[in-house]
């Protein structure tokens, strides 16, 4: 399987994860399938690129060692299509896992998913933006409806 297919199967993954959390009702079976077969999945193959990778099991032409301590070496790391499918499927995995956590502390707290909405898109095109701004409005909104928990 090529990097590119790998690449598109992520993103697609992740876009019917995020979709699941705008448009659809949340069901507890929903939720978990999120959580589940969108972040689950994403996770595992996220820890078998790395391993493969770094292990030398799955080629990676042009690669070299990782070196998380400079900017070169992460610019080296990102440079292979392997390095690049690798570290986006880490943004998405994460990024997914946190649009869950706002649109279930949201509708615990009764907050609109009118309110939700936005801040998930946030979440998904930039995700510690979405982050910083539901950290931001979430309080005040439950405080003021009395659903502070």
Same mark, same amino acid.
């Given at each position: 399987?090529?990097?590119?297919?790998?690449?598109?199967?992520?993103?697609?993954?992740?876009?019917?994860?995020?979709?699941?959390?705008?448009?659809?009702?949340? =069901?507890?079976?929903? @939720? $978990?399938?999120? %959580?589940?077969? !969108?972040?689950?999945?994403?996770?595992?193959?996220? *820890?078998?690129?790395?391993?493969?990778?770094?292990?030398?099991?799955?080629?990676?032409?042009?690669?070299?060692?990782?070196?998380?301590?400079?900017?070169?070496?992460?610019?080296?790391?990102?440079?292979?299509?392997a390095?690049?499918?690798?570290? =986006?499927?880490?943004? @998405? $995995?994460?990024? %997914?896992?946190? !649009?869950?956590?706002?649109?279930?502390?949201?509708? *615990?707290?009764?907050?609109?998913?009118?309110?939700?909405?936005?801040?998930?898109f946030?979440?998904?095109?930039?995700?510690?933006?979405?982050?910083?701004?539901w950290?931001?409005?979430?309080?005040?909104?439950?405080?003021?409806?009395?659903?502070f928990?």
């Amino acid at each position: 399987m090529s990097w590119d297919a790998v690449f598109g199967a992520v993103n697609l993954l992740a876009l019917l994860g995020w979709v699941a959390l705008i448009a659809l009702p949340r =069901w507890p079976a929903l @939720l $978990a399938a999120v %959580l589940y077969l !969108g972040v689950g999945l994403l996770c595992l193959v996220y *820890a078998a690129g790395l391993i493969g990778v770094v292990s030398g099991l799955i080629p990676n032409p042009g690669g070299g060692g990782a070196d998380f301590s400079t900017i070169d070496g992460i610019r080296a790391i990102f440079a292979t299509d392997a390095g690049v499918t690798i570290g =986006w499927t880490h943004y @998405l $995995a994460f990024d %997914l896992f946190v !649009g869950l956590w706002i649109a279930r502390d949201g509708d *615990a707290k009764n907050i609109s998913r009118f309110v939700q909405a936005p801040v998930l898109f946030a979440t998904l095109m930039a995700g510690p933006l979405g982050l910083g701004l539901w950290l931001l409005i979430r309080e005040p909104i439950a405080r003021r409806q009395g659903r502070f928990r």
